[in-house]
Structure formats: C-alpha cells, structure tokens
C-alpha cells in the first residue's frame, strides 16, 4: 500500500522557521506534482504550495515570498520551507500527490500539526 509519511511539524514562534518532509513509501508509480495543503479548525483545506517533475511551482499568496516548495524526485520526497511563519500559518498539513495516471486518484499523508504560537 503507498504511503505517504510527513515528518517536521511541531511548534514555532512566531518569526521563526520550520521544514516539512513527505516522502512515498513506496513508489510503483510515476508521480507527477506533489504539494501541501492545510487546514484549519472548521475550515475548508486549502492549498499551500505545489510543485511539479519539472520543478514548476505555485503558491497560495499568503504564502509568497515566505515558503519555498522544493523536490527530489529520484526519492519522491517533497520538502516545505516555511520561513517567518506567522500565527495564522498554524494548521494541520497535508502532503499530496498527484500520479501521471489520473486514473490513480490522489494520495493524501496523515497530516502534521503546526502551531505558531510564542
């Protein structure tokens, strides 16, 4: 069964910084983009930063100029720099991927906690 295993969550002050890791536990497929989402308490998730195999990102503008999305796909591991986090970047987040073969669906991580708080 693929997984897919986050890792780096926790808590931050504010200002500060933290790095997120997803990686498949086992690829039997080519994975086209990964990315992040989060989600707040009774709200709807919304995404954070994507990247594709070729390396094109996007951002969720809140996001911008503070968040750096970068992959290795020869790992299939994708990272989230999060630099001058603020409080309202607390949320769970979710590692995504997403196979060339749309057939395939999309596969979701477990999701990690972040929490900006002094």
């Known amino acids: 069964q693929v997984q897919l295993v986050e890792s780096g969550g926790g808590l931050v002050q504010p200002g500060r910084s933290l790095r997120l890791s997803c990686a498949v536990s086992?690829?039997?497929?080519?994975?086209?983009?990964m990315g992040w989402y989060r989600q707040e308490p009774g709200k709807q998730r919304e995404l954070v930063a994507g990247i594709t195999e070729s390396g094109n990102t996007r951002y969720a503008d809140s996001v911008k100029g503070r968040f750096t999305i970068s992959r290795d796909t020869a790992k299939n591991t994708v990272y989230l720099q999060m630099n001058s986090m603020k409080r309202e970047d607390t949320a769970v987040y979710y590692c995504y991927a997403d196979p060339h073969n749309r057939v395939l669906g999309r596969y979701w991580g477990q999701g990690t906690q972040v929490t900006v708080s002094s």
């Open positions: 086992k690829s039997i497929f080519s994975i086209n983009v």
